[in-house]
């Protein structure tokens, strides 16, 4: 499906159910400040968390997968 379609799949690692069972947060939006102990987003809307992780990016699907099994597979 990588090489097919560009996606398709994902590799769930346990951050799908944590996610539905609330171990993790997900918040649409994107950072205007952050503070000593917060988060701004945009709307203004302050949040405060243990960790912020920014999911900005995005490559080639089969260069993930080149990455993580290998060009074999990938091939």
Same mark, same amino acid.
């Given at each position: 499906? @990588?090489?097919?379609? #560009?996606? @398709? ?5 346990? /951050?799908?159910? /944590? &996610? &539905? #069972? @609330? ?13 000593? #102990? %917060? ?11 243990? *960790?912020?992780? *920014? /999911?900005?990016?995005? %490559? #080639? ?7 993580? *099994?290998?060009?074999? &597979?990938?091939?």
């Amino acid at each position: 499906l @990588g090489y097919t379609k #560009n996606g @398709g799949f994902y590799f769930d690692a346990g /951050a799908c159910q /944590a &996610i &539905i #069972n @609330g171990k993790i947060k997900v918040e649409q939006g994107y950072p205007i400040a952050f503070t000593e #102990n %917060s988060i701004v987003l945009n709307g203004d809307r302050e949040q405060q968390y243990d *960790l912020v992780v *920014l /999911a900005t990016g995005f %490559s #080639n699907t089969v260069d993930s997968v080149r990455n993580i *099994l290998g060009a074999e &597979i990938a091939d």
